[in-house]
């Protein structure tokens, strides 16, 4: 689970934008915390698509893939004159995340669960890597 990258990310972002690339891009810092939250939406995502996949959804994840995607380049063209590199960002998250949240409902449904049980299950995975962070 790369629940405690995501927070280390957007808790250093300004560091590690000085650090990595220097004063200059500090500016870039709110991008990155921005990131830092699809890693979460990415990181459920790579779980949950093959596993669709196998259970024979794969038209069903298509489809809101899609969907996402329009709605994410729409976005795009709204957000990115007025915010640049943070409204890209900021697209990005807020399509990629319910795409990810409806691959679970899908993934519920399909075999036989109720949907709140897997976010919970979820919730659990990422709380249980959030406590293990001081052991990394």
């Known amino acids: 689970c790369f629940f405690p990258v995501a927070v280390g990310i957007f808790v250093l972002a300004p560091k590690l934008m000085v650090l990595v690339w220097g004063?200059?891009?500090l500016a870039g810092a709110s991008v990155?915390?921005?990131m830092s939250i699809f890693v979460l939406s990415l990181s459920t995502g790579v779980v949950i698509a093959p596993i669709l996949d196998y259970l024979g959804?794969?038209?069903?994840?298509a489809?809101?893939?899609t969907i996402s995607v329009v709605v994410n380049v729409i976005l795009n063209f709204i957000l990115i004159p007025r915010y640049g590199g943070l409204g890209a960002a900021i697209a990005t998250v807020l399509t990629h995340t319910p795409y990810v949240?409806?691959?679970v409902h899908?993934?519920?449904r399909t075999v036989g669960l109720r949907s709140l049980t897997i976010f919970t299950s979820l919730a659990k995975i990422f709380l249980a890597s959030a406590d293990r962070k001081s052991v990394v």
């Open 23 to 25: 004063g200059g891009y």
């Open 63 to 65: 489809k809101w893939m």
């Open 106 to 108: 899908i993934l519920a």
């Open 101 to 103: 949240f409806n691959n």
């Open 57 to 61: 959804q794969a038209g069903k994840r």
């Open 32 to 34: 990155l915390r921005v």
